[in-house]
């Protein structure tokens, strides 16, 4: 018993020590799966389009089929139906009676013999439905067809009644009239129940073929173009091609062949981000959202296909999804995601290459086109790039394919504009994404650089020296982010509020102490340490409650690692020589740096700071300031969890050196 829980308790331990990559890879077996099922069962794989040459070999019919209608020819049949279908009415035998009774007289029996019609039935009014001359009277269930001319409208009625009326008394006449007009009541009614189901069969017994193609006959020839009659028999045969074939096929194999093949590319993707996006490959937040959008978009594609109309298929914004990532992945990634995603699209689509080479261009475009996105108007110049390549390329393409003007087809080339306008759906889908997944886009990080965000600002009033020491490390950070190639938009932003804390006691803090007092001489080491400690704590609490993004909480998280605060910790010591001293109590929290970003600023915040007791230096006490600086860093341990490499620190110390005696207005010596 002993034995089975510590077996348990070993495998709750592991589980939650592996959970990231338990997670990860139950993602990614989840992904697999419902991209397996997304694809289609049949095994027709020809691709063709109207009009277009057919690039296949000679295709003859491999089994008896039904040529299908096409869908206008359907339609125009049903109307048909509709046109000629009589309507059915209803004969109310006892309403003449009830009158008669009511009445008590015997006038308007007398002046139906005198009209030379028959009164006993009063249809509805004839212009209702005045697109048939004949109507199916209901006699007790028994329909009769009648003419519409055999009947009376209550207007021809009132007519003839006033022919007969003129012929009595004119006092007669003026006392029968009202009483005539008020018993005259149609005895004929519209029965739309009946008359709908019989319309309703007579469409449905609408043959929905038009004719047999025979096995062996040919259907398209090799090089032939694909005409209307051709369109129609090549759409009748994929669509019977799985019904037929299905006791031949075993689909299983056809699983287990797409199974194989979407776990080969979710594999390949799964090694790139381990060799070369390792941040994503543990933040199953991001691996997360990429296999959504791709599962997201293959339903997008299932559902137009399923339209049976190819033109649908132009409409799709693929461009979307290239900008969406570039966003916030960047080129390499975005182009490895696309070409999955292209690649997969391939099984679903029923047209050509030139398709997805169209969209594997137009990819690129964006690509490119969103590299200096930093303001929401670039999107529109990207949006116009998307359609210019759109409309060239199918226009290229058309004159591959035929070599005349003739050949284009103009409702393709106005559905690929419409898809350039959905493209602007990536507008209002990047701030949505931002919020649901943490990421953060350039056209909020350059948001957050202004120098009127209401948190700088802020920070600018009740902490000034804080604020100019913070724009002072940015510029320092930016530096050095560009020479190791790092971003260093997201390196500025998370410099520019990496001290926000300092806001809660500013006065603590060299930098905003503008005379001689400083209130840490009142104050004991360890409680001098618990206030600068706290200003971590604190700048992320103000961080959350402004709503700031995590990777720039992150900076503030980190900006000082697990560093000592050797001031405090010496003063400690001269106080209180005899006693033991535990580091852990003059430590920062961390965590450590776990990015080249985060490590910059740690570097540049520590720089910009020792630099301030810098008086008149010398070149030579930059280069040593930066290189004693670094190098502290390192035998610290606070760049073990990121991945500077030597060439990056060595790039690192010279740039950073240039800019300090910049700072200090050094000019460099020529030899």
Not at 50 to 58: I, L, P, S, V
């Amino acid at each position: 018993m002993h034995g089975v829980q510590f077996y348990i308790k070993r495998m709750f331990t592991w589980s939650v020590n592996q959970h990231v990559a338990i997670f990860r890879y139950l993602l990614v077996g989840i992904t697999v799966i419902i991209l397996s099922l997304l694809f289609p069962r049949s095994n027709f794989r020809y691709d063709y389009e109207r009009n277009r040459t057919w690039k296949y070999n000679n295709l003859y019919a491999p089994f008896d089929y039904a040529l299908e209608k096409t869908k206008e020819t359907l339609e125009a049949d049903q109307e048909r139906i509709r046109q000629n279908f009589v309507p059915f009415y209803r004969l109310n035998r006892n309403l003449l009676s009830v009158h008669i009774q009511e009445f008590q007289e015997n006038f308007l029996y007398k002046l139906t013999l005198l009209s030379g019609k028959d009164t006993s039935i009063v249809p509805l009014l004839r212009d209702s439905y005045n697109n048939t001359d004949s109507i199916q009277v209901l006699n007790f269930n028994v329909a009769q067809t009648h003419v519409i001319s055999d009947y009376y409208t209550l207007e021809q009625l009132n007519d003839v009644l006033q022919t007969q009326l003129e012929k009595l008394k004119p006092r007669q006449a003026d006392f029968l009239k009202p009483l005539l007009r008020e018993h005259l009541h149609p005895n004929i009614m519209y029965d739309k129940n009946v008359s709908e189901r019989f319309l309703n069969a007579a469409l449905d017994r609408v043959s929905l073929t038009q004719g047999i193609v025979k096995k062996g006959d040919l259907v398209v020839g090799q090089g032939a173009i694909i005409s209307d009659e051709v369109f129609t028999k090549l759409n009748s045969l994929r669509k019977n091609y799985f019904n037929q074939l299905n006791e031949d096929v075993n689909f299983n194999l056809i699983n287990i062949g797409y199974f194989l093949l979407v776990s080969i590319l979710i594999t390949l993707f799964l090694v790139y981000l381990n060799l070369f996006r390792n941040e994503t490959f543990n933040d199953y937040r991001q691996l997360g959202f990429i296999f959504l959008l791709i599962i997201g978009f293959l339903l997008l594609i299932k559902a137009v296909v399923a339209l049976d109309n190819n033109m649908y298929l132009y409409i799709i914004p693929f461009a979307i999804i290239p900008i969406v990532l570039r966003t916030f992945f960047g080129n390499q990634m975005t182009l490895y995601v696309y070409v999955i995603l292209l690649l997969l699209s391939n099984f679903m689509i029923p047209v050509g290459f030139e398709f997805l080479f169209l969209q594997f261009t137009v990819g690129l475009v964006a690509i490119f086109a969103t590299v200096s996105t930093f303001y929401w108007s670039d999107f529109f110049l990207s949006v116009f790039w998307v359609m210019i390549t759109y409309l060239a390329g199918f226009v290229a393409l058309s004159f591959i394919q035929s070599g005349s003007l003739d050949s284009l087809d103009w409702q393709i080339l106005l559905a690929l504009i419409l898809n350039s306008l959905l493209t602007l759906l990536a507008y209002p889908l990047i701030p949505l994404i931002e919020r649901l997944f943490g990421f953060v886009s350039n056209t909020r990080l350059i948001e957050l650089t202004h120098l009127q965000n209401p948190l700088l600002q802020e920070l600018n009033e009740k902490a000034p020296g804080t604020f100019w020491h913070s724009y002072q490390v940015a510029n320092l950070a930016e530096a050095a982010a560009g020479v190791i190639g790092s971003n260093t938009l997201l390196v500025k932003v998370g410099a520019l509020y990496h001290d926000i804390g300092k806001m809660e006691k500013p006065q603590y803090f060299i930098e905003n102490q503008t005379g001689s007092f400083n209130p840490h001489d009142e104050l004991s080491p360890l409680e001098s340490v618990r206030i600068i400690v706290q200003h971590v704590t604190k700048g992320i609490e103000i961080a959350k409650k402004h709503r700031l993004p995590n990777v720039i909480i992150d900076f503030i998280r980190t900006h000082h690692g697990t560093t000592i605060i050797g001031v405090f910790m010496e003063k400690y010591r001269h106080l209180h020589p005899n006693d033991f001293i535990d580091e852990v109590e003059f430590r920062y929290p961390g965590p450590l740096p776990y990015s080249k970003e985060t490590a910059l600023v740690m570097i540049a915040d520590s720089l910009d700071a020792a630099s301030m007791s810098l008086s008149n230096p010398s070149e030579q006490d930059i280069e040593n300031l930066v290189e004693n600086i670094i190098q502290q860093k390192i035998d610290a341990g606070q760049f073990s969890n990121c991945d500077l490499s030597f060439k990056d620190l060595k790039n690192i110390k010279k740039v950073l050196k240039t800019q300090l005696k910049s700072k200090f207005h050094l000019r460099v010596k020529y030899r």
